[in-house]
């Protein structure tokens, strides 16, 4: 009940101003965010890889109001794009982009966005790695795909992210499901109404096993995003239905959440790629982190009374 709460006050700026004041909050959010600045998440990049990891890297920041933001954060990228050229992993460390902080939710933003994400892409590429289009609200997914489109033909190993909430996503798999695709398939973080998605818990993990079989049935590279445990038991079945070797799939969980199980797949032969979020503009991240689980939100409150 408290989930459609929580995911509304991620987008609220006062609420936003008392959680991220708070004392209290910080040791909380580093339970989920590598820290604020680059130095840090790389010293994170480099912990897992020790431990035969893969990442991926997010500079937090979404929900911009102005252009010169969306410059500032194409210059974070870059600047992760040069230290993961210097770290010299390749495609073992990846970038992840929400396709807002480049400005696609302002005036125009559909192009300002592709201009601004493309030179992150050709700098991923020169260094060797790759680059993932986070996916964000149904209003965004005809305008991220379509950047998508543009970007995968230059560059091919682009990836993409799927939603299963959405009723769409079945067709969208389809349509990303041949050879050279990358997609990263979650449940979605969201609150989307009844008319785009699904609300029942259980139809959404219904439709993210329908959309598993398209995507391990294809051409592409399926990056099976959740930390349920039935989602992961269901990837590693589909991937010996179909055939599929542990190097053509991969899992992909959250820094901080369920590090046992990253362990564990890991032992196992399975590739596993954490998704390390870094930055100061973390609040709508965490807020969503809180949303999901009951356990996060309970861990988030006992902080602020055993302090
Ligand atoms: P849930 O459906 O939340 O939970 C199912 C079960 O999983 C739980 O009952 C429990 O057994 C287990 N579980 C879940 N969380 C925990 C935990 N914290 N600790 C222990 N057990 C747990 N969403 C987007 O909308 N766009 C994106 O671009 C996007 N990128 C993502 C990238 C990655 C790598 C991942 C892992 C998620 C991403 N998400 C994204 C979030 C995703 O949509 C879900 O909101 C989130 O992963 C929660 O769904 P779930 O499948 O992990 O499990």
Same mark, same amino acid.
């Given at each position: 009940m408290l989930g459609p709460v929580l995911l509304a006050a991620a987008r609220s700026d006062s609420?936003?101003?008392?959680?991220?004041?708070?004392?209290?909050?910080?040791?909380?959010?580093?339970?989920?965010?590598?820290?604020?600045? $680059?130095?840090?998440?790389?010293?994170? !990049?480099?912990?897992? %890889?020790?431990? +035969?990891?893969? =990442? #991926? &890297? /997010?500079?937090?920041?979404?929900?911009?109001?102005d252009p010169a933001e969306a410059l500032r954060n194409r210059d974070a990228y870059l600047q992760l794009t040069a230290a993961l050229k210097d770290l010299g992993l390749g495609e073992r460390a990846e970038m992840s982009v929400k396709l807002s902080a480049f400005g696609q939710a302002l005036p125009g933003g559909h192009e300002l966005? $592709?201009?601004?994400?493309?030179?992150? !892409?050709?700098?991923? %590429?020169?260094? +060797?790695?790759? =680059? #993932? &289009? /986070?996916?964000?609200?149904?209003?965004?997914v005809d305008s991220t795909l379509a950047i998508l489109g543009e970007l995968r033909a230059r560059f091919p190993q682009t990836g993409a992210v799927l939603q299963s909430y959405l009723f769409r996503t079945e067709d969208d798999c389809h349509a990303l499901a041949g050879e050279g695709s990358r997609v990263r398939l979650v449940k979605g973080a969201y609150k989307e109404p009844a008319t785009v998605a699904f609300q029942d818990k259980r139809e959404v993990d219904k439709a993210y096993v329908r959309c598993l079989k398209i995507l391990m049935a294809g051409e592409g590279y399926p990056m099976i995003g959740s930390h349920d445990p039935r989602m992961v038991a269901i990837g590693q079945e589909l991937g010996r239905r179909f055939g599929r070797k542990p190097a053509e799939y991969e899992f992909q969980m959250l820094y901080g959440i369920?590090?046992?199980?990253?362990?564990?797949?890991?032992?196992?032969?399975?590739?596993?790629?954490?998704?390390?979020?870094?930055?100061t503009d973390w609040y709508g991240y965490f807020m969503r982190r809180l949303a999901e689980r009951p356990a996060n939100l309970a861990f988030f409150l006992r902080s602020l009374v055993t302090k």
């Amino acid at each position: 009940m408290l989930g459609p709460v929580l995911l509304a006050a991620a987008r609220s700026d006062s609420i936003r101003r008392v959680v991220s004041a708070a004392p209290v909050t910080r040791p909380v959010v580093d339970r989920f965010v590598a820290g604020e600045r $680059l130095d840090a998440s790389m010293a994170a !990049v480099r912990s897992l %890889a020790d431990r +035969g990891m893969e =990442v #991926t &890297l /997010d500079h937090l920041g979404e929900d911009i109001t102005d252009p010169a933001e969306a410059l500032r954060n194409r210059d974070a990228y870059l600047q992760l794009t040069a230290a993961l050229k210097d770290l010299g992993l390749g495609e073992r460390a990846e970038m992840s982009v929400k396709l807002s902080a480049f400005g696609q939710a302002l005036p125009g933003g559909h192009e300002l966005a $592709l201009k601004n994400v493309t030179p992150v !892409v050709e700098a991923a %590429a020169e260094a +060797g790695t790759t =680059v #993932t &289009l /986070d996916m964000e609200d149904h209003t965004t997914v005809d305008s991220t795909l379509a950047i998508l489109g543009e970007l995968r033909a230059r560059f091919p190993q682009t990836g993409a992210v799927l939603q299963s909430y959405l009723f769409r996503t079945e067709d969208d798999c389809h349509a990303l499901a041949g050879e050279g695709s990358r997609v990263r398939l979650v449940k979605g973080a969201y609150k989307e109404p009844a008319t785009v998605a699904f609300q029942d818990k259980r139809e959404v993990d219904k439709a993210y096993v329908r959309c598993l079989k398209i995507l391990m049935a294809g051409e592409g590279y399926p990056m099976i995003g959740s930390h349920d445990p039935r989602m992961v038991a269901i990837g590693q079945e589909l991937g010996r239905r179909f055939g599929r070797k542990p190097a053509e799939y991969e899992f992909q969980m959250l820094y901080g959440i369920r590090e046992a199980e990253q362990e564990r797949l890991v032992t196992e032969g399975h590739r596993m790629r954490v998704y390390i979020p870094y930055g100061t503009d973390w609040y709508g991240y965490f807020m969503r982190r809180l949303a999901e689980r009951p356990a996060n939100l309970a861990f988030f409150l006992r902080s602020l009374v055993t302090k």
